[in-house]
């Protein structure tokens, strides 16, 4: 059974930074990929970052690539997305998600429906 589950959200001040976890089991982490999306409140969601398994090779949407980093822990199945400078627009609930053809293309997709497996989210919080 495909399990995402992240970790790492709370509440920060604007200028402060946070280090969010994706944990997946039950699939071949080497032949997915796996995206960071975000929803803020009364809006859609929307793409932040995407690594692919087989060689970590990463993707960033336009609108956070100068504030993110999204890499791999190490040789585990985890996959944390690093957020600095974060701002009160940046308060949202972030998912992560799992794309079971992401082995495939030139890049990792930032297309969310791309994605067929999804974490239940993580909230975000920043004050002013």
């Known amino acids: 059974e495909v399990q995402l589950v992240e970790s790492g959200g709370g509440s920060v001040q604007t200028g402060g930074s946070l280090r969010l976890s994706c944990s997946a089991s039950g699939f071949a982490f080497e032949d997915y990929a796996i995206g960071w999306f975000r929803q803020t409140p009364g809006g859609e969601r929307e793409a932040v970052s995407c690594l692919r398994g087989r060689d970590n090779d990463t993707y960033y949407s336009d609108s956070m690539k100068t504030r993110v980093t999204i890499s791999r822990d190490g040789a585990k199945n985890t996959v944390v997305l690093q957020i600095n400078d974060l701002r009160p627009e940046d308060t949202a609930i972030y998912y992560c998600?799992?794309?079971?053809?992401?082995?495939?293309?030139?890049?990792?997709?930032?297309?969310?429906?791309?994605?067929?497996?999804w974490g239940q989210g993580t909230q975000v919080t920043v004050s002013s």
């Open positions: 998600a799992a794309d079971s053809n992401g082995a495939l293309g030139y890049k990792c997709s930032l297309y969310q429906l791309q994605y067929n497996f």
